[in-house]
């Protein structure tokens, strides 16, 4: 791959894994349309990597609330814990359950090599980009006027469950996987920036079994050559997504999904119409 295509891929990664316009979409466009094809699958794993530290180090508070959530139900002494700590084991619990449904099904797309055979044309893409589109707006506004919107820790494990339900459209390419569970949380009573929240709190089974797959297809290789591009197009993800990630987390509080939504929209257009003309 030239270092353009490797440049335009992990800025492309950076900016699109966080937001609700689909990750994966964006690089098979890239591919279909300027890089000649599909892109290696160790790159792929770069790139997710990349935004797998970026979230970390955004939402580092984040994760050691969840620590500590995990260190309180070890101790299994409810009565002794005080509200923050119970806060923190209801908030590690629900991100476990509404990550499981994803985990367990893309494991077995995974390992019968389905990810392989999962429909990647522009034809499919520009469907699903807008019709989840079209789904995150209706949820969208219909949370728009609930005065009483929920956190995180406020929700049932069934919900919870269901919103890992839902997640696992996002196998789809173009339905994204941050736009998916958005609108599922949207839907079960979870505001703009707790839906948001979730979603970034849950990409991270999906990142981090993204990048152990890459990382051991890349040993494998022994190419010294293919390491030193992954490490690059790590490190430019990471940085695009951290700055990415925080400009989000801010501008969902103040204009919403709407947005998004009309970009998803014009997105599928432009797909439909570069397609008719023969592109």
């Known amino acids: 791959m030239s270092p353009f295509d490797l440049v335009a891929l992990s800025v492309i990664q950076g900016v699109t894994e966080f937001l609700p316009i689909s990750s994966s979409a964006h690089a098979a466009l890239y591919s279909a349309f300027f890089a000649g094809g599909r892109h290696a699958v160790s790159l792929d794993a770069a790139l997710h990597g990349g935004t797998l ?145 979730l979603a970034v709190l849950t990409s991270l089974p999906a990142l981090a079994g993204a990048t152990a797959l890459g990382v051991h297809a890349v040993v494998r290789t022994h190419d010294a050559e293919l390491l030193q591009d992954s490490l690059l197009a790590a490190s430019l993800a990471a940085v695009v997504a951290g700055l990415t990630l925080r400009w989000f987390m801010r501008a969902v509080a103040r204009v919403g999904f709407l947005p998004f939504v009309l970009y998803r929209c014009a997105l599928g257009a432009l797909i439909v119409l570069a397609l008719g003309f023969g592109a």
Do not use: H, Y
């Open 53 to 197: 530290v970026a979230m970390l180090v955004c939402f580092r508070k984040e994760w050691t609330r969840i620590a500590a959530g995990a260190i309180t139900t070890l101790r299994a002494k409810k009565d002794a814990t005080t509200t923050k700590e119970q806060d923190n084991s209801r908030l590690l619990w629900r991100i476990v359950v509404a990550s499981l449904p994803l985990v367990f099904v893309g494991g077995i797309v995974s390992a019968t090599d389905g990810l392989e055979a999962l429909p990647r044309a522009p034809q499919v893409i520009a469907t699903t980009s807008v019709l989840f589109a079209l789904l995150l707006l209706f949820a969208d506004m219909r949370g728009k006027d609930n005065p009483s919107s929920k956190r995180i820790e406020e929700l049932s494990l069934t919900a919870c469950l269901s919103i890992g339900a839902l997640q696992c459209c996002a196998l789809l390419p173009g339905s994204s996987r941050a736009g998916v569970v958005m609108t599922a949380a949207l839907l079960c009573g979870l505001g703009r920036v707790e839906a948001a929240r």
